[in-house]
């Protein structure tokens, strides 16, 4: 027989046991991404030094080898890889990304200046994703046939709108026709709507046909039954009872929507040509600039990461049944 | 009703209304691809600068591009080209998927335990940023693209391998083959693999559609295949310039791309109910 208090203890115990366990995983598959992003640098056909001595002068041609020496001592090219590994992990540790070719600055101080433009872009679309998401699951589902057919339909729709796309339609309509908005280079609050709305609509659609699925399982449940027989109106029972299942698995979806953020605002930073570190990332990209590439992608990969590491605490928290299992 | 028709049998699959129009879609789609000619009105790439920038009409429905071509036929001479781009990504996708996941489900402790870090890893990834990566390092180009997709798509098909094999492999049938004295290799290839690859399949033909969608978007940013091509990706990376004063020349392909995106997601769908649970 144990007591409850030596019962709670226990599980206090088993509790910080896998939180602690979890943050272990997140840095060794952090480290892990770090691995995989230098080796497919190591994997880059053709010489390094030649590649960065022609973008920075801008042409191309085959360097000789009086040129090429510095800059192999400089960033260390000729060094072993082991060695490039060891050096490469040691400067992560003191919070060095490397230095872009292109802008010759250091990485860290690139993403440190664009860092608001994006995050702030990223949590106005997380917030108008699950506002959308939430009004559409409960004014359509469970609801009669046309009414679920009409909501399951616009989800699948918005979550199958590529942003690319969806962007350019909303800039052609509600800037350039209807002149509500700004077209681009607005960084205020007016500017930030379409860009915002371009990343959530298709985010809110995979959220809202995972909603509507677990809505409708639960609004047959027993529990749903006493509600009404207790006499609650439907919109009680719907926003009181029903929803709260439904929203549970949804917010496990939060690490997968950090990610389709992250891509998504890539491409609507491009689209709204928006400053942020989605814009820095494309133009690093299509001038080959690899340091600044892989700098930002290892940022990227490791906020996914701490995002999915948060959803899963939080979930223990939220779900007691987790610990136990 | 004729009589025909009041004889058939009563258990005729009633297929619902949007899986055919989906159906009908792939169809054109596939059309267009293999026999461009059949589809497009004119030549797509027929330069003609008396009829610059021309808005959607009846002699050209999706209106003409900065040099005159017809957009129409420009989006039906690029299906063939993203069709391709597609089918390549999800194969790559798919064999990559198909050996990590096998080592991960069949290795002991430290192949198995090692090749599942690696797909933990690359899930790590968004698919967008993954592919932004690899065509940084690797230099833009028709099949730096494909593989780019395929290698950021690889590991959502890896865990699925990697579950059917699990649990394929303690499956009765599996024992008995051990046990009649089949070699190891033989119960992989006889008897595993085809029962882990069903599922493969289905995640594999819904999985093109967005292949193509992710490929466009690379191309959108600039980073897909060079300008004179017609693939989809390229038409949308050229219509963005003139996108403020002929909307079409952007709007329209993109419309074609959603469209075929979503009619190959419905029909894979479809082809989960009819196929079984199991992929879910």
Redesign the interface.
């Known amino acids: 027989m144990t007591t409850v208090a030596e019962h709670s203890l226990r599980a206090r115990g088993t509790r910080t046991r896998r939180i602690l366990g979890r943050a272990v995983s997140a840095v060794?598959?952090?480290w892990?991404?770090a691995t995989?992003?230098f080796f497919?640098?190591i994997?880059?056909?053709g010489d390094r030094a030649t590649l960065l001595l022609n973008q920075v002068s801008g042409e191309v041609r085959t360097r000789t080898a009086a040129e090429l020496a510095p800059i192999n001592r400089q960033y260390g090219f000729d060094q072993p890889i082991l060695v490039q590994y060891l050096r490469y992990l040691g400067q992560l540790l003191h919070g060095d990304l490397g230095t872009s070719y292109q802008l010759a600055r250091p990485t860290t101080e690139i993403i440190l200046g664009q860092l608001w433009p994006t995050v702030s872009l990223m949590l106005a679309a997380l917030l108008i994703a699950w506002v959308l998401a939430l009004a559409v699951t409960l004014a359509t589902a469970g609801r009669g046939r046309f009414r679920s057919a009409t909501g399951s339909g616009i989800e699948?729709?918005a979550a199958?709108?590529?942003?690319?796309?969806l962007g350019?339609?909303l800039l052609?309509v509600f800037s350039?026709a209807l002149k509500w908005f700004p077209a681009e280079g607005d960084l205020g609050p007016r500017g930030l709507v379409l860009p915002a709305l371009t990343l959530a609509i298709p985010i809110a659609g995979f959220l809202a046909q995972l909603m509507r699925d677990e809505f409708t399982r639960a609004l047959s449940q027993p529990f749903v039954v006493t509600a009404r027989t207790r006499g609650l109106r439907e919109r009680q029972v719907r926003a009181g009872h029903v929803l709260r299942h439904s929203v549970l698995p949804a917010v496990s979806l939060s690490g997968w929507a950090v990610?389709?953020l992250?891509?998504g605002a890539?491409?609507v930073e491009?689209v709204y040509a928006r400053p942020g570190i989605g814009q820095v990332?494309?133009q690093?990209?299509?001038t080959?600039?690899?340091p600044l590439?892989?700098g930002i992608?290892l940022v990227?990969?490791a906020t996914?990461?701490i995002a999915n590491l948060l959803v899963d605490l939080a979930y223990v928290r939220i779900d007691p049944r987790i610990t136990t299992s | 009703m004729t009589a025909a028709a009041n004889t058939l049998p009563a258990r005729t699959i009633r297929i619902p209304a949007p899986t055919v129009l989906a159906a009908v879609v792939v169809v054109l789609f596939v059309i267009a691809a293999i026999f461009p000619s059949l589809l497009a009105p004119y030549d797509a790439f027929h330069v003609d600068l008396g009829e610059t920038l021309r808005p959607p009409s009846f002699a050209h429905p999706f209106g003409t591009d900065q040099s005159g071509r017809d957009v129409l036929s420009r989006v039906v001479s690029g299906a063939g080209a993203s069709l391709l781009i597609g089918l390549g990504a999800t194969a790559v996708a798919a064999a990559l998927a198909v050996v990590l996941g096998v080592a991960a489900g069949l290795g002991g402790r430290l192949l198995g335990g090692g090749v599942n870090?690696?797909i933990?890893?690359?899930f790590?990834?968004?698919?967008?940023?993954?592919a932004?990566?690899?065509?940084?390092?690797?230099?833009p180009g028709v099949s730096t693209l494909v593989i780019a997709v395929g290698v950021a798509n690889a590991p959502g098909y890896a865990r699925i391998v990697r579950g059917q094999v699990l649990s394929v492999r303690r499956s009765e049938y599996v024992e008995a083959a051990h046990a009649t004295g089949h070699s190891p290799a033989r119960v992989l290839l006889r008897h595993i693999l085809p029962n882990a690859l069903r599922p493969l399949v289905v995640a594999g033909s819904l999985g093109i559609g967005q292949a193509i969608?992710w490929a466009?978007?690379l191309a959108?940013?600039?980073?897909g295949v060079a300008p004179p091509s017609a693939e989809w990706g390229a038409l949308?990376n050229d219509g963005?310039t003139y996108?403020?004063v002929a909307?079409w020349v952007?709007?329209l392909p993109?419309?074609v791309?959603?469209l075929v995106?979503?009619a190959l997601?419905?029909l894979g769908r479809a082809m989960q109910r009819r196929f079984g649970k199991e992929s879910g």
């Open positions: 060794i598959v952090l892990a991404c995989l992003i497919v640098q994997l880059m056909p699948t729709i199958a709108l590529p942003q690319y796309w350019i339609l052609l350039l990610g389709a992250l891509s890539v491409i491009t990332l494309v690093a990209a299509i080959r600039d690899i590439v892989s992608v990227i990969a996914y990461i | 870090r690696l933990e890893t690359l790590a990834f968004p698919v967008l940023v993954l932004l990566l690899l065509i940084t390092v690797f230099g969608v466009s978007g959108f940013l600039g980073l949308l963005r996108v403020t909307w952007e709007v993109g419309a791309i959603v995106a979503l997601t419905a």
